[in-house]
């Protein structure tokens, strides 16, 4: 399924929230709604942040030429719009970067839309590459776990984490995906768990906290997740939870993989100490589908993401190459060569 | 609170599946009905169900009476009835045997209620003995993470980690406890929650996935658990989950501590390995709040506990002593002097 993309109108996009009980389409006309649509997590994950982020500066250059309005301001506008809509996700600002240099060069509102859209199809592609990578460096893995949701619906098409386990898949079929339902917004069982059925591949859901007995108990023989940035060091922020089990991963000693794009390796940020964590509200913890499930006076604490330190890594693979931290240097990602849509986000 | 208790219609118990919502008393005339709760949940943790299955003994006894039944027979039933409501939770066998072992010891149906009002009494008394021991251990400790409930709700009165807690806030009010939400029957969020906010304890509810990220991040002092069986090797049993916990505050370097009574210590199972994990229904992951969340195709599969290997507890607090088991022998328990009707569960 592609989950993004562009069309005369503006950007389509499948609405995440209704997953997995209807598949509904957006047609997103503004870079208003964009932000809200990623606000409220309709469209996630860290590459189709990053086509969105691109397509979003489309759409601003295309209605500022519509309406006769000064491009450059739009421009600014809805970068600094986009950008500030969800802080920790390096992809995003990614994105919108690749077209504002674009326009710093000197491009048309044409060639800006030609920019998201080679950032778009280069996501594809890398997320192909990525598939197959992952699926040789874990030859053998027939029982997977994942976590939150690095798949089709993470990207535009495939994923990464699930396009490591789609490979694994069409080579043999798996003995079981472990799919982590992942509070509090539950993405592993309304997303994972759809693509997988959707594809066909045998899977258990189960509470975040079922990990650990499940690796120590000798019934998983690696982990897969993606990646919301990576630090120069190998340190790798991800939905929160992946710390855990890459903690567990180490003890039960099967390997700890992540999969995720070159440029989601983040040269500009040192260690995992510099990585801004984005705290969310605290109704997504303390309330299910708007009902309260706690006592009305207690309050929550809402991190959306950890920090895996580099070491607990055992491999990062990407579209390019399969970094181990532990020996491997990691930044700068390497620039990928077919297209200027992706880039390392330090040149 | 008093969440279990023995009247002369029966045993008086608060339903654990309202809260928090409202506090509602059960009044609990028949052994079928008794195993029907422990099933829902609505009694629950260790020590509560090790004097709910003394008291469903005693139960046993008085109604067998009334009805002019065989005594031994009616025991016999209730026992096997019992012991099998929930088959890693040692302390309800226990609970069974020291009426069964008085019943065989020649006791009349008064003697029988005796022993296990005299469980019930030992349990409060042992609760608060093993509060104080676990606020001594961890003086100085003002940001506490716990998993589940192991609190009042969890005994008779007091509990055992929420009463180190309550120990620790009574010398100096605490900065923040941490709750995790413990899915998938959310006891943290309505139970644990419950408790502090009506002791008026600061705390943050915390999805499960967080904690280890709030340790390494170095927002956590202390962690403080229950345990549902530990082996004469030092593991834990806990509620799922505990183990994840344990990772993160050995990588963090913060103390992992265990309260428990000292006949959770079981002389009989060797180590972790040998204790059988409950798994419950898949419905319990699948749906939440009576509401199906995955795709109804996908399956789950749902372990009530997991098991900490010793090394990763750095103690284990009971009312007698406390135990570091890297170091010192765990087992046998030590018999509580002041009554038979806690003792270990291997003479």
């Known amino acids: 399924v592609r989950t993004l993309d562009w069309s005369a109108c503006g950007i389509r996009l499948i609405d995440q929230n209704r997953l997995p009980d209807e598949e509904l389409f957006l047609m997103v006309r503004e870079v208003d709604e964009l932000v809200a649509h990623i606000q409220s997590l309709a469209v996630r994950g860290a590459m189709a942040l990053g086509v969105a982020g691109a397509l979003g500066m489309a759409l601003a250059a295309v209605r500022a030429k519509e309406r006769g309005e000064d491009l450059d301001a739009a421009l600014d506008e809805a970068a600094t719009k986009l950008s500030n809509s969800r802080p920790t996700a390096v992809n995003l600002s990614i994105g919108v970067e690749n077209v504002a240099r674009a326009r710093r060069e000197g491009a048309g509102v044409a060639e800006l839309v030609e920019v998201a859209l080679a950032m778009r199809d280069a996501d594809i592609e890398a997320n192909l590459a990525i598939g197959l990578r992952g699926a040789e460096l ?123 794009p070159e440029d989601t390796i983040d040269a500009g940020t040192a260690s995992g100490a510099d990585i801004p964590i984005e705290y969310r509200s605290e109704s997504e913890v303390l309330t299910f589908e708007g009902r309260e499930i706690g006592p009305p006076k207690s309050k929550a604490l809402n991190p959306a993401f950890d920090v895996t330190p580099a070491d607990l890594v055992t491999a990062v693979v990407t579209q390019r190459r399969t970094i181990l931290p532990a020996t491997d240097q990691v930044a700068p990602a390497l620039p990928h060569p077919d297209t200027t849509g992706v880039c390392p986000s330090t040149p």
């Open 138 to 260: 874990l030859r053998g893995a027939r029982r997977i776990l994942t976590h939150c949701n690095a798949g089709a619906l993470a990207g535009v098409e495939h994923g990464t984490a699930l396009s490591v386990v789609m490979a694994l898949q069409r080579e043999q079929p798996l003995d079981v995906v472990y799919v982590c339902e992942t509070r509090p917004l539950l993405q592993g069982v309304r997303l994972t768990a759809w693509e997988l059925a959707r594809g066909g591949v045998e899977h258990r859901v189960i509470v975040d906290a079922a990990a650990a007995g499940l690796m120590l108990g000798g019934e998983v023989d690696a982990v897969v997740v993606g990646a919301d940035r990576i630090a120069a060091n190998g340190d790798v922020a991800n939905k929160v939870g992946s710390l855990s089990h890459a903690l567990a991963a180490h003890r039960a000693g099967i390997p700890f993989v992540v999969a995720a």
